[in-house]
């Protein structure tokens, strides 16, 4: 903010405003677009100065691992888009979530995480976690009942992800913040896939948001970045891990983002309506069995998904007829979309699951997860759809 007249201004702006303006603070240059901090250390004007930052009596800067006005800003407009207190930018999205967990778990507690999460995610609690005594269970996203009944008296933390990657499933945020209530634990919500332009877990009463910045915030496939999202109280938690530990963002990366931010709104509205539009399509096509996208009306999530999001998000997935044989042709019949793993970009991608993102998972672990060897995922970009459609056309003429 250049003065309390401007900060005014804002309380209660709309989000598309606050995407472009929260944060910002003007350096006596007076420039007009957010400098980048690359410093790592700042200096002190006295001695007596140093020691007063030092011990924080001061709130100036001391070291980039600590603060960076860059981050700030960044951190500020995260927290004033998901209608938070606070906001901490971290390396990466695992970054976060491992921010989240080291600050807020000890020994002894117990984590229930939805099965359907991304796959490092499962990882870094069945292997890290794990290791320092943090036990875990993992349960399919939807079954309430199943979550209800895996709470224990030590029980500290849900970890939930909406909606899924691939299939779309969308879970009830509301119902699950009453679970974390009744409790006593915390309901981490990962929110990448919607950002806060479509959805805002805080205001269903999650306690925590974690994002990877890579994906639509970035919105271009540029950098890795995550924030970690929520109370002051439990933000003081994660700083100051982030401060002991180091994984913190990079101011470059930061700026980076804040680019990204300013269109964030009207990226997530093009990202679904195009793949509503394709979903729709591809659901008439002889060579597809099934599409799986919360924005169909036959999806199982889609009166949920209108409630809880402002629409439905750029990922979707579609089963072929046949098998993995079938799906691999479709997706190398493809010239338009790039065969990456990746989502969140202007540029549309295509994957196949069963083989990649989710190759690592045993073929129990995948058939309970519905990753079925023809399906496909597309994380649907911003060119036109009409060229969308032609491409897809020429992938399923592969199989036709
Ligand atoms: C990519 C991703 C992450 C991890 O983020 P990185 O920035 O790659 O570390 C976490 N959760 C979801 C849902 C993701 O898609």
């Known amino acids: 903010m250049t003065d309390d007249t401007e900060f005014d201004a804002l309380a ?11 944060g910002i603070t003007r350096s006596l240059e007076g420039e007009h677009a957010e400098p980048i901090f690359l410093t ?3 200096v002190f004007d006295s001695a007596a100065d140093a020691a007063a930052r030092f011990s924080g009596d001061s709130p100036g800067n001391v070291y980039s691992r600590y603060t960076n006005p860059t981050v700030r800003t960044f951190e500020e407009r995260i927290a004033a888009l998901e209608g938070a ?8 999205g695992m970054a976060a979530i491992l921010s989240t967990c080291m600050a807020l778990l000890k020994s002894g507690d117990h984590v229930i995480c939805s099965r359907n999460v991304f796959g490092t995610t499962v990882n870094l609690f069945g292997k890290y976690m794990a290791k320092f005594g943090v036990e875990v269970s993992f349960v399919p996203l939807l079954e309430l009942d199943q979550w209800r009944a895996a709470i224990r008296p030590n029980t500290a933390m849900l970890f939930v992800e909406t909606p899924s990657n691939p299939l779309c499933e969308v879970a009830d945020l509301a119902a699950m913040a009453e679970l974390a209530r009744a409790s006593d634990s915390l309901l981490v919500v990962d929110n990448c896939f919607c950002t806060p332009a479509l959805q805002t877990p805080l ?19 540029r950098c890795v970045g995550g924030a970690v999202v929520g109370s002051h109280r439990h933000m003081e938690e994660v700083v100051t891990f982030l401060r002991t530990c180091g994984p913190t963002m990079s101011p470059f990366n930061a700026w980076v983002f804040l680019k990204g931010l300013e269109t964030l709104r009207l990226r997530m509205e093009a990202h679904s309506r195009n793949a509503l539009e394709l979903a729709g399509w591809l659901q008439q096509q002889p060579g597809v069995e099934r599409v799986f996208y ?3 009306p036959d999806h199982p999530g889609h009166e949920l998904a209108r409630r809880q999001q402002r629409a439905f998000g750029g990922v979707l997935s579609f089963a ?3 098998g993995r044989q079938q799906a691999w042709d479709v997706i190398d019949g493809v010239r338009i979309m790039s065969l990456t793993a990746n989502l969140g970009d202007a540029k549309t ?4 699951p069963a083989t990649t993102t989710h190759g690592r998972l045993s073929p129990g672990d995948r058939a309970a997860a519905g990753i079925t060897d023809n ?5 649907v970009g911003l060119e036109h759809v009409d060229d969308l459609r032609a491409d897809l056309q020429r992938g399923l003429a592969a199989i036709a």
């Open 203 to 221: 205001s269903l009463g999650a306690d925590i948001v974690i994002h990877s910045a890579t994906k639509y915030l970035d919105g271009q496939g």
């Open 40 to 42: 790592s250390s700042y």
């Open 320 to 322: 072929v007829k046949g």
């Open 12 to 22: 209660g702006a709309h989000l598309d405003t606050l995407a472009i303006r929260a």
């Open 375 to 379: 399906l496909i995922r597309i994380a």
């Open 294 to 296: 919360a924005g169909l």
């Open 85 to 92: 207190e606070q906001a901490v930018g971290t390396a990466s």
């Open 349 to 352: 991608t295509i994957v196949h």
